[in-house]
């Protein structure tokens, strides 16, 4: 059973740092797709980066661009989010979520628990 745990939430003030830890445990040979997503209060679920491992290929959504960063440990097989200049837009429940690569591209195959990240101003 593949299990993904997250560390690295907490609090912090704007214009802070804080770096996400996803590690995947069991089974983790062809997970190839990692990805962060977060969700903050009434809002809808959405996507902040993804990372295709097979390629090193990564895409992030705009409102992040140039200041998060996807990383992967491969020997640890744990992917982190680098987060730099945070505002407090960027509060929110984040998960980290792990897939496998088929014909039609990246899925998503388990989710973690998630972890809070709250930046104050």
């Known amino acids: 059973q593949v299990q993904l745990v997250e560390s690295g939430g907490g609090s912090v003030q704007a214009g802070g740092s804080l770096r996400l830890s996803c590690a995947v445990y069991?089974?983790?040979?062809?997970?190839?797709?990692r990805y962060w997503f977060r969700q903050a209060p009434g809002k809808e679920r959405e996507r902040v980066a993804h990372m295709d491992t097979s390629s090193a290929s990564t895409n992030y959504t705009d409102s992040v661009k140039g200041r998060f960063t996807i990383s992967l440990d491969d020997a640890k097989s744990t992917h982190y989010l680098q987060m730099n200049s945070l505002t407090s837009e960027d509060t929110a429940l984040y998960y980290c979520a792990a897939g496998r690569k088929y014909r039609s591209g990246c899925q998503i195959n388990y989710w973690g628990q998630g972890t809070q990240v709250s930046v104050s101003s």
């Open positions: 069991k089974d983790t040979y062809d997970l190839y797709c």
